[in-house]
């Protein structure tokens, strides 16, 4: 399928996830929208077009791709994807970070089917996924490993330990993003604790980088086609996006990192994605 | 008396296992010619990997091998192996209870030389603190390889502390081992002492000592210090006026500490003979410094002879 006919359905996937992380936080519950939202566009390409082998009937497949929320708070958006596929019933996502309920605060790989790893501590995802990507290579697994990182999070030493190894392994079958959406959860990124420079960074450690538009599908798709295509060197996308994409109140406001909405800013959620889901994505 | 090496037991032990089973990998953070992990990486390099003084990294690392079907044992000195990534073994490994085996070697003060950064008086307490997690700390060479055995086999993390100097053989190859038992190696019919690692020569030592005294006194090897056996634990103290554990550790949150823990309802004398509260630091031998902070057989006779005097 090319590019044009699929950007409409990996958009109305993308208003879905949006649609699902509001369904997973009414007016009074705690979480956390910003870097969730931010990241939904790539996330609807990776679940919906891009990553092989997702299949809620043949969890445990030996060469499924997998993907790790290295900042795994923002966690609501894959479980408003994985919903999506079937990995658990619709009604679970109002039992979010309740008592009992699969859908933990953060990742967890025993209460949540399709999650991968154990993330929330920041820092420590990228070198699992480094371990992932080293084992499907001694098994010839043509599976890839993805690993979406936070701009904040990059000020976790842990990730340049991990940088350095995923390059030292050469290891092509792995794929970074980064959520570059600039803000976190103290304040705007350059004002909390500068990272200039993120894609010069991940070059000078020897990554092959891309950097787009992380809210535009075909550029998202390009990214990752390209990813795969490099040999030899592991590939950072650093996506920049807008932290609560899509939501006005909360687009760039560091106060919606995690946080509850009130009755309003709810029921204008619920029109905004209500309005996304009704769009013809075809424009 | 026969001594032997622990680290080189650990290394053709991963050799041997890396033979038997090939999701067998193993992770080295500079230190393998010091562990003996470099054995398994000149056998099989492309199951080996190095990678560099970045222990957090290869700890996290260790758990994406795991998840992705893999047996992964990482090494390094055991303050580097515990405190330094202790973190990444919590939400890496422990949470998801992962098999990967963590051996922490050069632990206790064995490393005389070194000093206190390098010499490990918490890794048991850091250790023992997280739930999944068992701990292991062998009392010699044979012992070690059968924990190597046993541990591949267990679905959890596993910590196992290993000594760096040459230790005293005091079991025997051919006897069964199971992981959570504790082995009686002396009897006696006063005081029970409870020891690990190289304390248990030490305690066989004060044990002779006392016979001539005219006090008897049962020995017993806890080379599994998590989970512990409660069980046999009780049926060890049936009888025995005083209790003494011995341990190349803090005295807080090591092995006397879980033994007083689950003693607690029982009325009966504990002593402990342990590193008081100290970091360590640097000597020209290994039996000078274990004399420097108390770990002697002579420690252990003065606390069962207090004990049992008052």
């Given at each position: 399928?090319?590019?044009?006919?699929?950007?409409?359905?990996?958009?109305?996937?993308?208003?879905?996830?949006?649609?699902?992380?509001?369904?997973?936080?009414?007016?009074?519950?705690?979480?956390?929208?910003?870097?969730?939202?931010?990241?939904?566009?790539?996330?609807?390409?990776?679940?919906?077009?891009?990553?092989?082998?997702?299949?809620?009937?043949?969890?445990?497949?030996?060469?499924?791709?997998?993907?790790?929320?290295?900042?795994?708070?923002?966690?609501?958006?894959?479980?408003?994807?994985?919903?999506?596929?079937?990995?658990?019933?619709?009604?679970?996502?109002?039992?979010?970070?309740?008592?009992?309920?699969?859908?933990?605060?953060?990742?967890?790989?025993?209460?949540?089917?399709g999650i991968e790893a154990v993330t929330g501590s920041l820092g420590q995802g990228l070198s699992i996924c480094n371990g992932m990507a080293m084992a499907?290579?001694?098994?010839?697994?043509?599976?890839?490993?993805?690993?979406?990182?936070?701009?904040?999070?990059?000020?976790?030493?842990?990730?340049?330990?991990?940088?350095?190894?995923?390059?030292?392994?050469?290891?092509?079958?792995?794929?970074?993003?980064?959520?570059?959406?600039?803000?976190?959860?103290?304040?705007?990124?350059?004002?909390?604790?500068?990272?200039?420079?993120?894609?010069?960074?991940?070059?000078?450690?020897?990554?092959?980088?891309?950097?787009?538009?992380?809210?535009?599908?075909?550029?998202?798709?390009?990214?990752?086609?390209?990813?795969?295509?490099?040999?030899?060197?592991?590939?950072?996308?650093?996506?920049?996006?807008?932290?609560?994409?899509?939501?006005?109140?909360?687009?760039?406001?560091?106060?919606?990192?995690?946080?509850?909405?009130?009755?309003?800013?709810?029921?204008?959620?619920?029109?905004?994605?209500?309005?996304?889901?009704?769009?013809?994505?075809?424009? | 008396?026969?001594?032997?090496?622990?680290?080189?037991?650990?290394?053709?032990?991963?050799?041997?296992?890396?033979?038997?089973?090939?999701?067998?990998?193993?992770?080295?953070?500079?230190?393998?010619?010091?562990?003996?992990?470099?054995?398994?990486?000149?056998?099989?390099?492309?199951?080996?990997?190095?990678?560099?003084?970045?222990?957090?990294?290869?700890?996290?690392?260790?758990?994406?091998?795991?998840?992705?079907?893999?047996?992964?044992?990482?090494?390094?000195?055991?303050?580097?192996?515990?405190?330094?990534?202790?973190?990444?073994?919590?939400?890496?490994?422990?949470?998801?209870?992962?098999?990967?085996?963590?051996?922490?070697?050069?632990?206790?003060?064995?490393?005389?030389?070194?000093?206190?950064?390098?010499?490990?008086?918490?890794?048991?307490a850091l250790m023992r603190v997280l739930p999944n997690m068992t701990v292991l700390s062998p009392v010699d060479a044979v012992e070690t390889r059968k924990?190597?055995?046993?541990?591949?086999?267990?679905?959890?993390?596993?910590?196992?502390?290993?000594?760096?100097?040459?230790?005293?053989?005091?079991?025997?190859?051919?006897?069964?081992?199971?992981?959570?038992?504790?082995?009686?190696?002396?009897?006696?019919?006063?005081?029970?002492?409870?020891?690990?690692?190289?304390?248990?020569?030490?305690?066989?030592?004060?044990?002779?000592?006392?016979?001539?005294?005219?006090?008897?006194?049962?020995?017993?090897?806890?080379?599994?210090?998590?989970?512990?056996?409660?069980?046999?634990?009780?049926?060890?103290?049936?009888?025995?006026?005083?209790?003494?554990?011995?341990?190349?550790?803090?005295?807080?949150?090591?092995?006397?500490?879980?033994?007083?823990?689950?003693?607690?309802?029982?009325?009966?004398?504990?002593?402990?003979?342990?590193?008081?509260?100290?970091?360590?630091?640097?000597?020209?031998?290994?039996?000078?410094?274990?004399?420097?902070?108390?770990?002697?057989?002579?420690?252990?006779?003065?606390?069962?002879?207090?004990?049992?005097?008052?």
């Open positions: 399928m090319g590019n044009n006919e699929k950007i409409p359905y990996l958009k109305k996937m993308g208003a879905k996830i949006r649609a699902n992380i509001i369904e997973m936080i009414p007016p009074g519950k705690v979480g956390h929208l910003g870097g969730s939202s931010s990241i939904a566009d790539v996330l609807s390409v990776l679940y919906f077009d891009h990553m092989k082998g997702i299949d809620s009937s043949n969890m445990k497949n030996p060469d499924r791709d997998r993907l790790v929320f290295s900042k795994g708070h923002a966690v609501l958006a894959q479980y408003a994807a994985l919903v999506e596929l079937g990995f658990f019933p619709r009604e679970e996502l109002a039992k979010v970070k309740t008592l009992g309920s699969v859908l933990q605060g953060h990742p967890d790989i025993d209460k949540t089917p499907l290579r001694l098994d010839n697994s043509p599976a890839r490993v993805y690993c979406v990182c936070g701009d904040g999070e990059l000020a976790e030493g842990q990730i340049w330990e991990a940088m350095m190894t995923s390059v030292n392994y050469s290891l092509d079958n792995l794929c970074v993003i980064v959520d570059y959406n600039k803000v976190q959860a103290t304040g705007p990124t350059g004002d909390v604790f500068p990272i200039n420079d993120i894609a010069g960074r991940f070059r000078i450690f020897g990554w092959n980088v891309i950097e787009i538009d992380g809210h535009d599908y075909a550029s998202i798709i390009n990214a990752l086609d390209k990813a795969e295509a490099v040999k030899g060197v592991p590939t950072a996308i650093i996506a920049s996006t807008i932290k609560g994409k899509g939501f006005p109140f909360a687009e760039g406001n560091a106060a919606f990192h995690n946080a509850a909405l009130n009755e309003e800013q709810y029921e204008e959620c619920k029109r905004i994605v209500n309005k996304m889901l009704e769009e013809d994505c075809n424009e | 008396m026969n001594k032997e090496s622990l680290r080189k037991a650990y290394g053709e032990s991963l050799v041997k296992l890396g033979k038997e089973d090939n999701r067998v990998v193993a992770l080295e953070a500079d230190l393998g010619k010091s562990t003996m992990s470099i054995m398994f990486g000149n056998e099989f390099p492309e199951r080996y990997f190095q990678m560099g003084i970045a222990e957090q990294d290869m700890v996290s690392t260790a758990a994406g091998l795991a998840l992705t079907g893999k047996r992964p044992f990482l090494s390094t000195f055991a303050v580097f192996a515990t405190g330094r990534p202790y973190d990444q073994i919590r939400s890496s490994v422990a949470i998801p209870n992962l098999p990967v085996v963590i051996c922490g070697s050069s632990a206790g003060l064995s490393d005389f030389g070194d000093g206190k950064t390098h010499q490990s008086i918490d890794d048991i924990m190597m055995d046993a541990a591949i086999k267990c679905n959890g993390p596993v910590y196992i502390r290993i000594n760096r100097n040459d230790l005293p053989v005091l079991t025997d190859p051919d006897s069964e081992y199971h992981i959570g038992k504790m082995d009686r190696l002396r009897d006696g019919k006063d005081a029970v002492i409870f020891a690990t690692g190289v304390m248990v020569s030490k305690s066989l030592e004060a044990a002779e000592n006392l016979e001539k005294q005219g006090i008897s006194c049962r020995v017993v090897n806890v080379s599994t210090i998590k989970p512990l056996d409660a069980e046999a634990l009780k049926a060890n103290i049936q009888g025995m006026k005083a209790v003494v554990t011995a341990e190349e550790h803090n005295k807080y949150c090591g092995l006397g500490s879980a033994i007083a823990e689950a003693l607690s309802e029982d009325r009966i004398p504990i002593g402990m003979v342990a590193v008081d509260d100290r970091f360590g630091t640097s000597a020209k031998n290994y039996d000078e410094l274990l004399d420097a902070y108390g770990l002697t057989a002579g420690a252990v006779e003065d606390r069962i002879r207090r004990i049992l005097a008052e």
